[in-house]
């Protein structure tokens, strides 16, 4: 779906989604306020993608001065592995995506501390612009009056049925009122917004490290004292007179898709859209190998620091060089994460303003906090958040991830953009960003053409875009033919689904994730 409007724009993941940032805009909210009422709808409107007990990141930046970045994904538990009880309840569940089978973790002892609410407070707090209770008036409503899911939220739950139904509660919120209403209704998320905007969270923290407490769970109350999130510099990336601002550190994504622009550039532009993948797949491959030597073993040591200005370029463009014409060289194994359940708010206000937010819930623990009927995450049971073995993060650090909202701004305008996928949120945004600022396109044209994704010797490529534009054989590539390559004849979710607003030009939401646009009224 596209938008060209002035007045504020919304990208988001669901119709539903986008109308009510769109909402907020029009009674005079800005970027942040929309962007809180549009995630904040999601749980209603999208509620396999993410929840008020899962977590995200933001990014916030005005058309010039500092940016800030907001941090609340979730933190391990502060009991350590050698505290685990043989009783805690953390079962292994198959999920089916069609394609591929993949086993998450579930259960009360997969799930993290969460810090998503913390995030909006926080926002709200340094941003926000009307009142609280105000910007959550639309998922207070969505909550209590209930809304028809769409089609595509629907494939979402029945992919996730075996953990939705884990527990007789979970499958009849999220399972069996669905059949039978064909709606959704979260009774006891209208009682969790009226805490949150009363200042009352400490009491669904209480109820939750009850619940969740050993020895099925790993939560006390101890996870919960003085949580609070702050605002963070950013990851600031000068780009072809432009700025790309990005999460740093824990999150993963904005350091590699940085590290991969810049090498990206070194080379011509591409001429089709054969070289176009061909290039990208020698990024990607050079981008793995920095991850493998350097990268990950930096991400898991906690530190917080990472620069641009402390890589050696020049030896990694020597690098770029040689996989061009050897892409099987020292590969790395493909992960296999599924759709990835991660959904995304793009904001662009009348001034300029823009928040750009990312949230997940995993795929839900399977149960839900009693009185308040509300699924928690199961960030502990997703093994790429955890590469050292599950229950191995140290006690009260955050967790890692490759979500990465992000805003470039510079003489083309302001674009607020991010994308859910799990790790191919890094290869989609660096498509696109590449697409807008390299190859100038429209948000359109570079969310809608065909993406790919390269990770160890595997190369999957979509044959058409979400609109229908063709892609490019790729079986008699020179290079690429040597690598395992995997076919999409359509546009497909695992591309992820990149949501642009920009006011200035085509906002877009990306159709291979439902994506939808709203503009604000005048």
């Known amino acids: 779906m596209q938008s060209q409007a002035n007045k504020g724009v919304v990208a988001a993941g ?17 970027a942040v306020d929309a962007a809180i009422a549009a995630m904040s709808t999601a749980f209603v409107a999208e509620p396999a993608l993410t929840g008020p007990l899962g977590g995200g990141f933001a990014v916030v930046a005005a058309p010039d001065g500092p940016a800030q970045a907001y941090h609340f994904f979730a933190r391990a538990p502060l009991a350590t592995s050698t505290e685990h009880s043989p009783e805690l309840d953390f079962q292994g569940l198959q999920v089916d995506f069609g394609s591929t089978q993949q086993v998450f973790h579930a259960g009360r002892g997969s799930t993290a501390v969460p810090l998503l609410l913390e995030g909006f407070k926080a926002l709200h707090r340094d941003h926000g612009q009307l009142s609280l209770k105000d910007v959550l008036s639309q998922c207070r409503m969505s909550a209590s009056h209930g809304i028809p899911l769409s089609k595509g939220q629907l494939n979402f739950i029945e992919v996730l049925t075996p953990i939705l139904s884990l527990t007789e509660q979970s499958k009849k919120i999220y399972i069996d009122d669905i059949r039978e209403y064909g709606q959704l209704s979260l009774p006891g998320l209208v009682k969790l917004i009226d805490a949150l905007t009363e200042d009352r969270l400490d009491e669904i923290y209480r109820d939750m490290s009850e619940h969740f407490s050993k020895p099925t769970g790993l939560l006390s109350p101890d996870d919960f004292q003085g949580l609070q999130v702050n605002a963070q510099p950013p990851l600031v990336v000068p780009f072809r007179d432009h700025e790309i601002i990005m999460p740093g550190l824990p999150t993963s994504a904005g350091a590699l898709i940085a590290f991969g622009l810049t090498l990206w550039l070194k080379l011509q532009r591409p001429s089709s859209l054969a070289e176009f993948h061909h290039q990208f797949a020698a990024v990607a491959a050079v981008t793995m190998d920095y991850r493998k030597q350097h990268f990950d073993q930096l991400v898991l040591s906690g530190e917080t620091h990472w620069s641009l200005d402390d890589i050696d370029i020049p030896f990694w463009s020597h690098q770029l060089q040689d996989r061009l014409s050897n892409l099987k060289a020292s590969p790395s194994p493909l992960e296999q994460d599924g759709h990835g359940s991660t959904t995304h708010v793009s904001v662009v206000d009348q001034q300029g303003f823009s928040c750009s937010m990312t949230t997940s819930n995993g795929e839900g623990c399977g149960h839900t906090i009693p009185k308040w009927d509300i699924m928690a995450n199961n960030f502990m049971g ?141």
């Open 382 to 522: 997703e093994a790429d958040l955890h590469p050292q073995g599950f229950h191995t993060s140290k006690g009260g650090q955050p967790l890692t991830s490759m979500m990465c909202p992000t805003i470039v701004r510079g003489p083309s305008g302001m674009y607020a953009l991010g994308t859910g996928g799990s790790n191919r949120i890094r290869t989609a945004l660096l498509q696109v960003i590449y697409r807008l600022l390299v190859l100038e396109e429209r948000p359109d044209e570079a969310v809608f053409t065909p993406r790919a994704h390269y990770e160890g010797t595997s190369f999957c490529y979509e044959q058409r875009g979400p609109d229908g534009t063709p892609g490019t054989d790729l079986e008699d590539h020179p290079m690429l033919r040597e690598l395992e390559l995997t076919e999409f004849p359509s546009a497909n979710m695992f591309f992820g689904g990149v949501h642009v607003a920009a006011p200035s030009t085509v906002s877009t939401g990306d159709l291979r994730r439902y994506g939808a646009v709203a503009t604000a009224s005048a």
């Open 14 to 30: 669901d119709r539903l989604t986008a109308a009510a940032g769109a909402e907020v805009l029009s009674q005079g909210g800005n």
